[in-house]
């Protein structure tokens, strides 16, 4: 028989240990390059800024410009709206009163302010000048009070003084009211 030796039995690991991984350096930028990289990025966004801020220069002079000339054409527009009115206005102011009665010249100046008053109605003006309506801040302007003769009547409009107008819903004067208010029994 041949005498085998019992080989020694050895621990050998199930797994392999982790090793760290050799250093890899970064890689690093040499400043120079790294000096040129930034100057041009540098650049770039100057001059993106100066683009942007050149657009809105030129967008804010544009449209300054077109807000004027809107302005103008919304000017003439009224103005042709109303030359019928004006010329029948400028009629009247040369009439010779020893040859036209009265009755004819109350007529002339109602059609002319029928006239100006269809023009603004089109382009949405409306006056404010209605007696016996509640007191509104917001579109009168009371001049002073009268006594009220019932209750129901207190804080409402007695008298108007001077018509208010709207354009729109944008009050461009408040009526000037008297206001009455109740004093009691």
């Known amino acids: 028989m041949t005498d085998k030796k019992p080989q020694p039995l050895r621990a050998e ?23 040129a990289r930034l100057e041009t990025e540098r650049d770039q966004l ?9 657009e809105y220069e030129n967008y804010k002079r544009r449209t300054t410009k077109e807000r004027a000339e809107a302005w103008v054409r919304a000017q003439a527009e009224l103005v042709t ?7 029948d206005l400028s009629r009247f102011a040369h009439v010779d009163p020893a040859t036209t009665d009265s ?8 059609l002319v302010e029928r006239k100006m008053w269809k023009e603004l109605a089109a382009l949405g003006v409306t006056r404010i000048d209605a007696p016996g309506v509640p007191f509104d801040p ?8 009268q006594p009220a003769a019932a209750p129901e009547q207190d804080h409402t409009v007695g008298q108007v003084l001077q018509a208010g107008y709207r354009l729109g819903e944008t009050l461009l004067r408040p009526a000037r009211v008297i206001v009455l208010t109740w004093q009691g029994a």
Do not use: F, M
């Open 138 to 145: 917001n579109v009168h302007e009371a001049v002073t009070t």
């Open 46 to 54: 100057k001059d993106r800024y100066l683009r942007l801020a050149a």
């Open 13 to 35: 690991p199930a797994e392999p240990t982790p090793t760290a991984a050799p250093a890899v350096p970064l890689p690093v930028e040499p400043p120079d390059q790294a000096i």
């Open 103 to 110: 009755q004819t010249l109350h007529e002339g100046v109602d």
């Open 81 to 87: 709206r109303l030359a019928d009115a004006l010329d």
